[in-house]
């Protein structure tokens, strides 16, 4: 039966059944010491608790009365019926079949050892107390000690128990004088031994602890006694033997096993030594001094123990009878004994003659002495005839190091790859090895732990760095990398750059405090930074069998080392991937010694290579390299080419180069024919292609890769742009937008592999900051050229990308590139931008000129290339199912076609197995998470692999444990910056009906409920961040169609499936789960109250976004969420309302739309102080619900019209604060202050929006004017300028009223109602009037705005108006000046700068617009400015740097490509206000769609029509290191460039057109003056 003690504890944590503080229950005792079919329900409970499983189910388990043998019974459908989940039930069964496991082990070692001689069971067996009291037992401190350290113990620290196997060490040599041979605590000795050939020793065990706390003469007497006896029987039998004090004999304490390890603690060694001066008392006097030449002296072996701080040692004795010492001779003595009376040592009074017999020295009993002294003789010879065979010379076989090395090192394979990282660990590097170890420059390295303080200056890192670019760091440095508040996902990739120098015990040579220490003294300071270093790379970093930890012992070995050695052996579990080198035995051998507390010699010989020189182990390794080590190359501006060293390539380690050389060092020879179709078929499976691809093409050696339509495409395309086709930017790009699985990042590589001869050509690294890339970028184009100048054109892919960041990293190149002050025709770089689409014909169509669309449809052509390809891979044997997404792309991807495909490949995969729900999963996330995947790491530990595996069981093939089915549906990918491995599924189709197909009955929403508790998933460490991006873009990323996807959606694609499929509830129910299981995101509660409020569940969209808030309460984006829960509540309630409503009903109607309003008032001032980010919703949400709340009151019969249709008693209500109407005087008593508020605050977010409106380009299409009537929230997106227009109008038509201008006496009340017939007619804020410019009635359109000038007062220069009322007067003037510049309500331009005047003589803040009025009004104007005034050129510059600084206010952090400055006005050929030209007027000069107006306003090509020349004028300039300047009346102004990298460098003399807008003056079309005289001339 099995007697659990261990191996119920195996990676338990400590404290198994805990009753109280801290001290185990009887029953927690009572289960480690029964057998498991002898436990009863609290047994059962008590070893649940050990195991990790939730309370609540051990509870559960314990109320069902499972006993042991019913423990031992359980199966699944019992625990799932009990309402036990799937992670529960895996841990708890694993543990379980653990249990079983050792039992039957247990009683297989029982069984065998009870057939054991009886002699053999009093050995192995621990005496009774009783008879123990009369041996030499351990003290009872001891035995406390021992017993409190065995609870709770690991697998490596035992409790020592009746049937358990502890791990053998092996005995110290014979005669060995080795300082550095070390015993570890707790190990076992092999059992005592008899005598075997008389040159093996014989060994006895004595624990001697009672004895080695004895005074000095007790111990003396007692140490001599045990020597002198075994020394007389080894002696009289001519054996070797060696007696070991410190080891556990047969009758020791029962917690101790038969020759274990325990020491003792020695206080002096020299009595130890002095003892055997009882020789020359115990022998007779003729052998005394052959006694002495037997008995070696004591040799003192130190205990080592990873728990223990006390030094203990095991005291050995070596006896060593040689045949010409004891020739002829017997030896009797007599033995010392200690007289505890007298406390003096006597002998025996008779002398005995000791012998061995069996594993004892026994006295020869007196009938036998006869015969013991005649076999003497025998004895001698048998002596004589063992030591000349042992003198004979054993040639030791030599082994095969040279396979030994290659498997440890390369995991088993026969040669090296790039799969495998390396951590160094090593020491001192004596000059003479440093020629030696070639074999580390062309190691695949991702850190270093270097002991050798001198290494930067003489050592391994002196010559390293020659070839290698490195971050070296000290310990707690290295330790603390990953709080340098990098994102999550960039936390450990500067790790991953270049590889990490550690210098784990100080630099002699830095300046720093960083000082070389002694042993302790590191121990002390800076073991516990190494242990964190290495816990953060085995749990965060590396996941596991991704890297092996190569000791290089170069010179004697410190603890240290070994420490280094016993964190990473813990944190591996094992040496399974850990490898030693040394040359020197002798080293080795101390190594050994001190790192056996970890595992055993014998572990370590397995994984270690020992005696090999040096110079051997680098010649084997560098023949075993893929590739060899020649120069790589670039192509030079002459033609030729340049060698870029691989030291140099580091630096750049944001970029993935591509030489001209590419894949040339790879040994072709050593490619199998296997390997190289491998490498083939995983292309056509569905992986990234890579260069090796082409390569193997280029060289014949597997078949060509098609070249789409599209790649001619783009390469004509990138053809054009070196030719200079167009406007000739620094920075041009070249778009291809592709399908998934289409193929476009092949066409794209395809077009670098091609253009890698005559360009130098690079992939970027997008987990790099845009500046890091702009930096290494320059320094390539740079690198080893003579002229910066003439430098070749750098093509860089930029793949999967973000607008933001690609926007940013254009900027970053334009600027970088605009200081150099260079000019070429041709581009410095070209940005090569790949990314997914699912509608990239669209975004093709919107910019043809530089965009590239792939899609699944073949041409003609390319059909037949395709079936011509696929039919070869056939004749190679290739499987269709091995090369699926080939296979689908031959077929368009069809619908119909992929779903029997699928069906096919699905139809008898086993829907319950572990692998095919990992299937489902990954679909899942496939299907709705673009370029989504699944780390190997998560994939292993949810089938239980990997954590999970016992470490006897080598390392796996992943593949090995999925089925055939799911084998062909999986692609492994490699992340290019980590090399960490993840899988995702062929195609994103393919996903879509392995979930169609797979769901059975079961709904998506439950298989994504499924997903939330698969805890293996969740918990895993590598790959966490991004697993867990996926589950939330999963529920909350939206679909947009300026990202390239084929709609925009309210919510995820998923939430929207399981909606529109199942119901609203299920997918709140989801997005329940999703909330509490990552860590109550509040952007999922924000998502929970959007759903709730879209189906109309507003008392839960109130409290989900009030959790919101409450966990983030200044998101502006979660305010405006919380408005619009109020914003629709308010909309439903009213559109609901009957005649029956209630005054009360009506007072919450109108309570819910002020908290609407308050709300989205928030929201806005959050959007302020957030500067990453303009979220302007907050002002449209109030203008909405305002505008609905007035609509709403009008409705009210408190507030009937009047006979003129006129809403006069909600005007009055609302303008004035002394009237409210009886009716609702107490009803709405909380309402009146804030109602009257309410046109205030509408006219605020009115005014806000103009002036934003005013800024940047927001009108998206404006050729959806009429479609998009229909829908409110479109036009808000697509035509904001219309949205507003309509908006004011409604505002303004509920704050008219004739009949209380007429009654009033207030002057207020009379400009107040002026102000809203402005409104109602189309004015009142500078978008609303620029808009006029837009109406395809110019006639109407002035015809209105000679209406609204006819309510401003005849002499506004006498009546003084408004700022705001100035400005859109002003403004009405020059937009119907555009519009019928022969008008009569027209003013001239100089009477217009007179009202302008208080802009730039007052001293109160003015907006944007009225500073952007004065650029129009006071720019020189050749009719009214004949004589220069610097008055003027006062006012122009003050204005210009009040608009910067209020532009860069409004803009914030936020990228310029998401706000792009909108240029209104140009400057034109007339005088006074004919010489303002509106942007308008311009575009209906250009012909086309409005997509191929864009187009031709983005390329310049605009300026090219000559109707837009003739009315535009042309103005002179001058560049100053790439800054703009043109002189106004008499001083220069500066002037912003449309495009920076259009401004020349130098000094020149240039011409362009000149632009107003909000941020200043705007230059298009500069181009240099090349004869200013004849430019004059022509009036330019």
């Known amino acids: ?327 002829n001779s017997f030896f009797e003595v007599c033995l010392p004994k200690y007289n505890e009376e007298s406390q003096k040592v006597t002998l025996t009074k008779e002398k005995a003659i000791y012998q061995r017999l069996g594993a004892k020295s026994e006295p020869v009993k007196p009938n036998n002495l006869a015969t013991f002294i005649q076999g003497i003789q025998d004895r001698d010879a048998q002596r004589e005839r063992a030591e000349l065979s042992s003198t004979e010379v054993h040639t030791e076989a030599s082994q095969n190091l040279g396979r030994k090395l290659a498997i440890l090192l390369n995991d088993g394979k026969s040669y090296m790859d790039d799969s495998l990282r390396y951590i160094l660990v090593t020491n001192r590097c004596e000059k003479d090895n440093l020629t030696c170890i070639n074999f ?221 050389d590419q894949c040339d060092d790879i040994k072709l ?81 395809q077009v670098l592999w091609k253009r890698r001869k005559d360009l130098r050509c690079a992939v970027i690294k997008t987990s790099y900051s845009p500046a890091t890339v702009c930096e290494h970028a320059l320094a390539f184009r740079d690198y080893d050229e003579k002229e910066i100048s003439h430098c070749l054109p750098v093509l860089l892919l930029i793949e999967d990308y973000d607008e933001d960041y690609l926007e940013e990293l254009r900027n970053e190149l334009m600027d970088a590139v605009a200081t150099r002050k260079i000019n070429s025709p041709r581009p410095y770089f070209i940005l090569m931008c790949c990314r997914r689409s699912n509608d990239p014909e669209r975004l093709c169509k919107a910019s043809p000129l530089d965009t590239v669309a792939v899609t699944h449809k073949l041409t003609d052509s390319e059909k037949s290339l395709f079936r011509t390809k696929l039919e070869k891979l056939k004749q190679k044997d290739v499987k269709p199912e091995f090369i699926l997404t080939f296979v689908l792309m031959c077929e368009e991807f069809n619908e119909t076609y992929v779903r029997d495909f699928v069906g096919h490949i699905l139809l008898d995969i086993d829907r319950s197995s572990r692998d095919t729900c990992l299937m489902r999963y990954v679909a899942l996330l496939n299907f709705y998470v673009p370029n989504s995947y699944i780390s190997l790491s998560h994939c292993e530990a949810f089938l239980g692999l990997g954590a999970y595996a016992e470490r006897k069981l080598r390392a796996y093939d992943f593949k090995s444990h999925l089925s055939e089915q799911v084998r062909m549906i999986f692609i492994e990918l490699r992340e290019s910056t980590t090399y960490i491995s993840s899988v995702r599924i062929i195609h994103c189709l393919v996903a879509k009906e392995i979930l169609y197909q797979l769901s059975g009955n079961e709904p998506q929403s439950q298989l994504a409920m499924t997903l939330l508790q698969e805890k293996p998933l969740f918990e895993n460490r590598f790959g966490r961040e991004e697993f867990i991006k996926f589950i939330r873009d999963l529920f909350i990323r939206r679909d947009k169609r300026s ?133 302007n919703a907050g002002y449209f949400g109030e203008v909405e619900v305002g505008c609905r709340l007035l609509r709403f ?157 006819s309510f401003y007062t005849e002499n506004p220069l006498r009546d003084r108006l408004e700022d705001n009322d100035l400005i859109n007067y002003i403004l009405c003037h020059i937009t119907l000046s555009c519009l019928a510049p022969g008008s009569a309500k027209l003013v001239s331009v100089q009477a217009l700068r007179e009202l302008s005047a208080r802009f730039f003589k007052a001293k109160g803040p003015f907006p944007a617009s009225a500073h952007f009025l004065l650029t129009l009004l006071y720019w020189p104007d050749e009719a009214l400015d004949k004589e220069p005034n610097p008055d003027k050129d006062k006012i122009l510059n003050s204005a210009l740097q009040t608009m910067k600084r209020l532009y860069d206010i409004k803009m914030k952090d936020v990228p310029t490509r998401k706000k792009r400055i909108y240029t209104p006005f140009f400057l034109g050929k007339g005088y006074g206000l004919a010489k303002i030209v509106h942007k308008n007027k311009i575009d209906k000069l250009i012909s086309g769609s409005l997509d191929e107006k864009r187009m031709k306003w983005l390329h310049g090509t605009v300026w090219n029509i000559a109707k837009i020349r003739d009315i535009l004028k042309r103005v002179s300039g001058w560049t100053k290191d790439r800054d703009l300047f043109i002189r106004g009346h008499m001083k220069e102004l500066p002037i912003l460039p449309l495009h920076r990298d259009s401004v020349p460098p130098g000094n020149e003399n240039v011409t362009f057109y000149l632009g107003f807008s909000f941020k200043g003056l705007v230059a298009f079309n500069i181009q240099v003056e090349n004869n200013a005289a004849i430019s004059r001339t022509q009036g330019i």
């Not at 289960?31 to 990790?52: A, F, I």
């Not at 070692?109 to 054991?116: H, R």
């Not at 209630?1142 to 609407?1156: G, M, N, V």
């Open 1043 to 1175: 990202r390239g996807d084929a709609t925009d959606t309210l919510f995820s694609p998923f939430i929207e499936h399981v909606c529109k499929a199942e119901d609203c509830e299920k997918a709140i129910a989801v997005l329940k789960a999703a909330y509490e299981l990552l860590g109550k995101d509040p952007f999922f509660a924000q998502q929970l109250a959007r759903l709730h409020y879209k189906n109309e569940k507003f008392e839960d969209a109130e409290h989900w976004a009030g959790v919101a808030k409450a966990r983030m309460p200044n998101d502006s984006y979660i305010l405006d969420t919380e408005g619009q829960v109020y914003r629709k509540w308010f909309s439903f309630t009213v559109d609901k309302m009957t005649q029956e409503d209630s005054p009360q009903s009506i007072t919450q109607k109108i309570e819910i739309a002020l908290k609407a309003m308050k709300c989205f008032r928030a929201a806005q001032q959050a959007a302020k102080a957030e500067y990453d980010s303009m979220n």
């Open 440 to 660: 580390l420059m062309r190691l695949n390295i991702f850190c270093v732990f270097d002991f050798d303080e001198h290494s930067n200056v003489s050592g391994l890192y002196s010559k390293y760095k020659e070839h290698h670019a490195t971050r070296s760091y000290f310990l707690q440095d290295f330790s603390n990398e990953s709080k340098t508040g990098n994102p999550p996902s960039q936390k450990h990739l500067c790790l991953f750059d270049q590889p990490s120098w550690v210098f784990c015990n100080g630099r002699s040579d830095f300046l720093g405090d960083e000082k070389p220490c002694d042993e302790n003294t590191w121990i002390r300071t800076k073991k516990k930074y190494l242990k964190k270093a290495i816990t953060r790379i085995c749990d965060e970093i590396l996941p596991k069998r991704s890297f092996i930890v190569l000791f290089l012992l170069l010179s004697p070995v410190q603890k240290p080392l070994v420490d280094t050695f016993q964190e990473f052996y813990t944190e591996m579990n094992g040496t399974e991937y850990i490898v030693c080198i040394a040359e020197s035995k002798e080293i080795y051998g101390k190594w050994a010694n001190l790192a056996q507390a970890s595992c055993s010699i014998e572990t370590l010989e397995q994984c270690s290579i020992v005696g090999m020189k040096l110079s051997h182990v680098d010649a084997t390794i560098r023949a075993m390299l893929p590739s060899t080590a020649q120069p790589r190359h670039l192509p030079v501006s002459t033609r030729g080419l340049c060698t870029l060293p691989l030291l140099e390539e580091e630096k750049l380690f944001s970029l993935e180069i591509l030489c001209v």
């Open 669 to 749: 020879d050593l490619l199998t024919e296997k390997e190289i179709q491998e490498i083939e078929q995983n292309f056509y499976k569905g992986r990234k292609i890579i260069w090796e691809n082409f390569w193997l093409a280029e060289k014949r050696r597997c078949g060509e890769i098609i070249e789409r339509e599209a790649c001619k495409d783009a390469s004509k395309l990138l053809d054009d742009i070196l030719r200079g086709s167009g406007l000739n930017y620094s920075v041009a790009k070249l778009k291809v937008f592709h399908h998934p699985g289409s193929g476009g990042s092949t066409i794209a590589r």
């Open 1193 to 1349: 009151l009008s409705t009210l019969d408190v507030f009937h019209r009047n006979p003129q249709g006129e809403y006069s008693e909600l005007v009055k209500y609302l303008i004035t604060d002394y009237y409210i109407p009886k009716d609702i005087e107490r009803t709405w008593t909380n309402l009146h202050s804030r109602l009257k508020g309410l046109r205030q605050n509408l006219y605020n977010a009115l005014e806000w929006i103009s002036e934003d409106l005013s800024y940047f380009q927001t009108d998206k299409n404006q050729e959806k004017d009429e479609e998009d009537e229909r829908d409110e929230k479109e036009e808000q997106i697509y035509n904001p300028r219309k949205w507003l227009k309509r908006q004011s109008e409604v505002y303004a038509k509920f704050f008219i009223s004739t009949s209380l201008m007429g009654d009033s006496n207030s002057a207020l009340d009379t400009q107040l109602m002026r102000r809203m017939n402005i409104y109602k007619s189309g004015g009142g804020n500078v978008t609303n009037i620029l808009s006029f410019l837009t109406d395809k009635k110019e006639a109407r359109s002035a015809e209105k705005l000679e209406n609204i000038l």
């Open 1 to 327: 039966m099995l007697t659990v003690n261990l191996n119920t504890v195996i990676s338990s944590p400590p404290g198994f059944c805990l009753v109280t503080a801290g001290f185990p229950s009887s029953k927690a005792m009572d289960y480690r010491t029964l057998p498991v079919n002898k436990w009863d329900e609290n047994h059962v409970q008590c070893w649940l608790e050990s195991t990790g499983i939730k309370k609540e189910y051990i509870e559960k388990l314990h109320a069902e009365e499972v006993t042991g043998p019913a423990l031992m019974e359980l199966d699944d459908s019992f625990l799932k019926g009990i309402g036990m989940k799937g992670g529960q039930i895996h841990m708890l069964m694993r543990k379980r079949n653990e249990l079983l496991q050792l039992q039957e082990k247990a009683q297989q070692g029982k069984n065998s050892s009870s057939k054991a001689p009886d002699r053999t069971k009093a050995r192995t067996e621990p005496v009774s107390s009783t008879d123990a009291a009369t041996q030499d037992t351990p003290s009872r401190d001891h035995r406390a000690a021992a017993s409190s350290k065995k609870q709770g113990r690991r697998s490596s620290q035992l409790k020592h128990g009746d049937d358990e196997a502890l791990e053998l060490s092996n005995c110290r040599p014979f005669k060995s004088q080795d300082t550095c041979f070390k015993y570890v605590k707790d190990r076992v000795l092999a059992p005592e031994s008899g005598v075997n050939d008389l040159i093996a020793p014989c060994h006895e065990y004595k624990s001697f602890a009672t004895a080695a706390e004895l005074n000095k003469n007790q111990l003396k007497s007692k140490f001599a006694c045990e020597v002198i006896r075994f020394a007389s029987a080894c002696m009289n039998i001519r054996t070797n033997g060696t007696i070991h004090f410190g080891i556990m004999d047969s009758v020791e304490d029962k917690g101790y096993k038969h020759g274990q390890i325990v020491g003792i603690k020695v206080k002096e060694r020299e009595c130890y030594v002095d003892a055997l001066d009882h020789i020359e008392k115990c022998f007779q006097e003729n052998k005394q001094e052959i006694a002495r030449k037997c008995i070696h002296p004591p040799v003192f072996v130190e205990v080592i123990s990873k728990d223990s701080q006390d030094q203990r040692f095991v005291v050995e004795v070596d006896i060593e009878p040689t045949s010409s010492l004891v020739k």
